[in-house]
């Protein structure tokens, strides 16, 4: 079986590693990529919530009163 003669396997590893190495290069190249985005301003809006404050505040473990 000639899959198991070693002794081609660096040479056959090698030149297809340049190989793709090579048309890796080339499509890379040949592409067109686009002019960087210009930054735009963000605006944040407020939003006023219906709900009260007291209902969704978050109670973490340190803020809660010493028992």
Known sequence: ???LDT???FITIISSMITLFILFQLKVSSQTFPLAPSPKSLTTMKV????ELKW???YLPHSLPQQ
Do not use: N
């Not at 006023?48 to 709900?51: A, E, H, L, M, S």
């Open 1 to 3: 079986m000639p899959q």
């Open 7 to 9: 002794s081609t396997w």
């Open 48 to 51: 006023k919530t219906p709900w």
């Open 56 to 58: 969704t505040k978050i």
